[in-house]
């Protein structure tokens, strides 16, 4: 089992940057799939990226895909997630979640372990 902790949320503009923590703790952690998922405040859960750390496959949701980026150091064993050019509608919490098999996907029941997740407001 992993432990996942994210931090790094925050109240931000429109148009703002922030980038999200995820660290790890407890097993081993290199050959996860990690990833990044939402929700907002009465939405279903939604897929933002995910990266495979035995080989930096990187996958992202479609809203995701040239505004997000994920990335992941190893030696820290922390996954991180850069964000730009916020929007209001990115306003959520954001949680990570490892895969053992090493799963890159938007498949959230496919990810054995989650953290509690970090808030991230994006005023108008």
């Known amino acids: 089992q992993v432990q996942l902790v994210e931090s790094g949320g925050g109240l931000v503009p429109a148009g703002g940057s922030l980038r999200l923590s995820c660290a790890a703790s407890?097993?081993?952690?290199?050959?996860?799939?990690v990833g990044w998922f939402r929700q907002a405040p009465g939405k279903e859960r939604e897929f933002v990226a995910a990266i495979g750390l035995n080989y930096y496959y990187t996958y992202y949701g479609d809203f995701a895909k040239g505004r997000f980026t994920i990335s992941s150091d190893n030696a820290k064993k922390t996954v991180y997630l850069e964000m730009n050019s916020l929007r209001p509608e990115d306003t959520a919490t954001y949680y990570c979640?490892?895969?053992?098999?090493?799963?890159?996907?938007?498949?959230?029941?496919?990810?054995?372990?989650w953290g509690q997740g970090t808030k991230v407001t994006v005023s108008s």
């Open positions: 979640a490892a895969a053992i098999s090493g799963y890159t996907g938007p498949r959230g029941n496919l990810y054995d372990d």
């Open positions: 407890g097993r081993t952690f290199t050959t996860h799939g």
